[in-house]
C-alpha cells in the first residue's frame, strides 16, 4: 500500500486543496496521513473529514520573510523532530505540502529522512512558507502559469488548483431551502477569504438596505464577525465559516462578492461564479491577491475594485456592472477547465 503525508495550514487555502486530492488517493488505496498544528484551522477541517491527523509544535505563519520572525526557533526544532517521528513511522513514499508555517518543519523532515516532498503553490509569488520549503522539495505544482517565472525551473511544474469534487455537486433547491431563500431574487454570496474581511463586512452590511430590495445576500463573514443586530433579516443570511453546505450555498449563488484568495477564486471560476473581488491591499500583505485578481481580469472572469476605493457606493456599482454583464463573464468563465489537474498531480504522485 502506497503512503502520503499531507500537510498545510494556518489558513483554510492551505488545507482545503489538500482535500480534493485525499479522497482520490484513498479511492486508489493509498494511506493518507496528515501532519498539521496543534490548534489551526487545519485540525478542525482534517478532524472533521476523518482523516488521521497529528498535531505537531509550529512557529506563527508570518507575512514577509524575515530571520528575526523566527521567534521560537526551538518551537521550529521541536516541529522538526516531531515531524521526522511521525515521517519514520509512517514511512511515506511522499509528501505534499500545501504551504502554511507549519508545513515547513515537516519538509525539512522528509528532506532529512530522503522522503520526496512536493509542494502546492497556490499564488503567483510563493508564500513565505514554501519559499524557505522550495529547497527541500523536488517537485513544486503551481496554480498560475505566471508563477513559474518565480520558481526554480527545473521542479516547477503547471497543473492548476485542485478543486474539491463536492464543490460541483451542490444543488440550489437544496442552498436555496437551507438559506430560505426563494428562487425570484438573485442571491450574491460574499466571501472574506477563510478568515473574513472586517473591510468588506461593514461595506456589504452598510449597502444591505439598499441590496435587499433586489438580492437576497449570503454573507461569510469570518470567526467573531457576527452581528447580532442583523439575524432574523429577511434576504440576508450570516455565518462565520460553512462546511458540509457549502456546494448547495454556492450552487444558489448568482454571484460572489469576494477577496482574492487563490482557492476561492479558481473554485468560483469552476463554478461559473461572476464576482467582484477586492484583493487584500498591499499594506496587510505581500500583495498575492492583488496579483491574483489582475490575472483573472486580464481573461474577463470578475470586475476588481481595491480596498483604497472601496466604498458602499462603488461596491453597489461593482455589483451593477457584474449584473448587468452576468452573461459575458459566464461566457469568459465556460472557456476555462481545471479537469486535468487533478490528473495530473496524481499521476505525478503514483510515480513518486
Ligand atoms: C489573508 C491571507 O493571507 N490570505 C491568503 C490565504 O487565503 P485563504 O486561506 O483565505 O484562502 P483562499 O481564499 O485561497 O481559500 C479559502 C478556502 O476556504 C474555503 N471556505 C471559505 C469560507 C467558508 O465559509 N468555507 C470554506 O470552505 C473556500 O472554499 C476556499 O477553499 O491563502 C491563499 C492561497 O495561498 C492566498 O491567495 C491568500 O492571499
Not at 24 to 32: P, S, T
Not at 128 to 136: E, G, Q, S
Not at 284 to 311: M, P, W
Amino acid at each position: 500500500m502506497k503512503k502520503i503525508i499531507f500537510t498545510g495550514g494556518g489558513s483554510a487555502g492551505h488545507v482545503t486543496p489538500n482535500l480534493a486530492l485525499i479522497p482520490k488517493l484513498k479511492e486508489r488505496g493509498w494511506h493518507v496521513h496528515y501532519i498539521g498544528s496543534k490548534t489551526g484551522i487545519e485540525k478542525e477541517i482534517i478532524e472533521r473529514a476523518g482523516i488521521p491527523y497529528s498535531g505537531i509544535a509550529s512557529g506563527k505563519l508570518r507575512r514577509y520573510f524575515d530571520w528575526k520572525n523566527f521567534k521560537d526557533p526551538f518551537r521550529v526544532v521541536k516541529g522538526v523532530m516531531e515531524a521526522s517521528w511521525i515521517i519514520r513511522k509512517q514511512k511515506p513514499d511522499v509528501i505534499f505540502s500545501k504551504g502554511g508555517f507549519v508545513s515547513v518543519p515537516v519538509v525539512i523532515g522528509g528532506w532529512l529522512n530522503k522522503v520526496p516532498v512536493y509542494l502546492h503553490e497556490s499564488d503567483i509569488t510563493p508564500g513565505l512558507a514554501n519559499r524557505i520549503a522550495i529547497k527541500f522539495a523536488s517537485k513544486i505544482f503551481v496554480t498560475f502559469e505566471e508563477a513559474k517565472r518565480h520558481l526554480p525551473a527545473d521542479k516547477t511544474i503547471f497543473a492548476g488548483a485542485p478543486i474539491r469534487e463536492e464543490l460541483l455537486q451542490g444543488s440550489k433547491e437544496k442552498g436555496l431551502r437551507f438559506l430560505g431563500f426563494t428562487f425570484r431574487k438573485p442571491v450574491i454570496t460574499v466571501m472574506g477569504g477563510s478568515l473574513g474581511a472586517v473591510r468588506i463586512n461593514e461595506a456589504v452590511r452598510e449597502l444591505l438596505p439598499k441590496l435587499l430590495p433586489n438580492y437576497q445576500v449570503v454573507h461569510l463573514c469570518g470567526k467573531g464577525n457576527l452581528d447580532p443586530a442583523l439575524e432574523g433579516t429577511s434576504g440576508y443570511r450570516q455565518f462565520e465559516y460553512v462546511s458540509e453546505e457549502l456546494p448547495d450555498l454556492l450552487a444558489a449563488t448568482d454571484f460572489v462578492i469576494s477577496r482574492a484568495g487563490s482557492n476561492a477564486i479558481f473554485e468560483f471560476l469552476t463554478m461559473h461564479k461572476p464576482m467582484v473581488l477586492i484583493p487584500l491591499s498591499r499594506a496587510q500583505s505581500r500583495g498575492d491577491q492583488i496579483l491574483n485578481a489582475q490575472a483573472f481580469e486580464k481573461k474577463g472572469y470578475c470586475h476588481v475594485l481595491q480596498e483604497e476605493g472601496l466604498t458602499p457606493a462603488a461596491l453597489a456599482a461593482a455589483i451593477q456592472e457584474v449584473a448587468e454583464n452576468k452573461q459575458r463573464y459566464l461566457q469568459n468563465m465556460k472557456q476555462y477547465s481545471g479537469e486535468d489537474t487533478l490528473k495530473q498531480i496524481l499521476s505525478y504522485l503514483e510515480k513518486a
